[in-house]
C-alpha cells in the first residue's frame, strides 16, 4: 500500500503565496516522479507541475513563472509553491507519484486526497 499525504491548502487573497506538501509513504521501492494536478469546479482536472527522480521539471502554461514544484527525494515528498496566486488558481490540487513498489514490479500511479486553494479577496 502506498499513501500521499497533502498538506498546506487554504485560503488567500490575490496575489498571494501558499506551499503545497505531500508526502508518500509505505511500499516504494523507486519513485520515477511525483507531481500535481488541479480540478476547478465544473473542469477536467489538469496537470500543473511534474517533477522527475532525475530533477526535470514540466510545468502547465498558465502557471509558469509564478509556481514551482520541487521535490526532496530523501523524504519522497513533492513541494508546490505558488506565488502570485490568481482567482482562477482556484481549485481542489491533488498530489500523484509515479512509482515502483516492489523490486520487480510495474510502475503504479498513485493519487492524493486533495487539498482545496481558493484564492479570493
Known amino acids: 500500500q502506498v499513501q500521499l499525504v497533502e498538506s498546506g491548502g487554504g485560503l488567500v487573497q490575490p496575489g498571494g503565496s501558499l506551499r503545497l506538501s505531500c508526502a508518500a509513504s509505505?511500499?516504494?521501492?523507486?519513485?520515477?516522479?511525483m507531481g500535481w494536478y488541479r480540478q476547478a469546479p465544473g473542469k477536467q482536472r489538469e496537470l500543473v507541475a511534474v517533477i522527475t527522480s532525475g530533477g526535470s521539471t514540466n510545468y502547465a502554461a498558465s502557471v509558469k513563472g509564478r509556481f514551482t514544484i520541487s521535490s526532496d527525494n530523501a523524504k519522497n515528498t513533492v513541494y508546490l509553491q505558488m506565488n502570485s496566486l490568481k482567482p482562477e488558481d482556484t481549485a481542489v490540487y491533488y498530489c500523484n507519484t509515479d512509482l515502483v513498489p516492489r523490486s520487480g514490479s510495474a510502475t503504479f500511479r498513485y493519487w492524493g486526497q486533495g487539498t482545496q486553494v481558493t484564492v479570493s479577496s
Open positions: 509505505g511500499s516504494i521501492f523507486s519513485i520515477n516522479a
